[in-house]
């Protein structure tokens, strides 16, 4: 079974500022990785994943993640931040069989100060 | 364009009724999902549909049901809607084989139980 943690609940952060947010896995076997961004009251949209090759994996909006196996975490990444990034995001794994399911982690709110 | 579209943005209920929430997606998809989302518990599995007049529990189950007639829509049932169902609903699907793991979401249901 997998789980995933994600280690802050919420994260403020000057606009322009760098930003990381935390994520760690755990599994007994190969996953799929995924980070998914909620913004305010609308559903839960695909940012990016890892499913294989480069571990190295970005998004169309200036955001990256690094999946690193040995430290098993992914970790969501954005080197200037802006007040339209202020959402919810979450880490969520999978394992890589077509019947497993996605589990996600509890979210981490990012909050951008002016 | 992927569309997860569900049937009321925001609804108020009194304790003990019977309330439907419907799922509509246009992507043809295999799989469907029903979820709750609460603050500080991110997102908790209820239900899901890998296939028409198929379910399958999630990890709450408890005082739901669902109903898959047709492949494009899933509803999610509250028999005996009470106080602490109150929260936020958001039906996923995702595609057969390749594509299995990446989830589109709908915009989501606030379901208020009073």
């Known amino acids: 079974a997998q789980s995933v943690t994600q280690l802050d609940s919420q994260v403020p952060v000057f606009e322009e500022a760098p930003v990381e947010l935390r994520c760690n896995y755990s599994s007994s076997v190969s996953v799929y990785l995924f980070w998914y961004v909620q913004y305010p009251n609308q559903g839960l949209q695909l940012l990016l994943k890892?499913?294989?090759?480069?571990?190295l994996v970005e998004s169309i909006n200036g955001f990256e993640a690094e999946f690193n196996k040995s430290q098993t975490s992914f970790h969501l990444r954005k080197p200037s931040v802006h007040i339209s990034d202020t959402a919810e995001y979450f880490c969520a794994v999978s394992g890589v069989n077509r019947d497993d399911k996605i589990i996600f982690g509890k979210g981490t709110r990012l909050h951008i100060l002016p | 364009d992927v569309k997860v579209t569900q049937s009321s943005r925001y609804l108020v209920k009194r304790t003990g009724e019977k309330v439907f929430l419907e799922c509509v997606q246009d992507?043809?998809?295999?799989?469907m999902f029903w979820y709750r989302q609460d603050p500080g518990l991110g997102l908790r599995l209820i239900y899901f549909?890998?296939?028409?007049?198929?379910?399958e529990k999630g990890d709450i189950p408890e005082g739901y049901s669902v109903s898959r007639e047709k492949k494009e829509r899933f509803s999610l049932i509250l028999e005996s809607a009470s106080t602490n169902q109150t929260s936020m609903y958001l039906c996923a699907s995702s595609s057969l084989g390749e594509g299995a793991h990446e989830q589109y979401f709908g915009p989501g249901t606030r379901l208020t139980v009073t």
């Open positions: 992507m043809d998809h295999e799989n």
């Open positions: 549909s890998y296939d028409v007049k198929m379910k």
């Open positions: 890892y499913l294989s090759g480069s571990t």
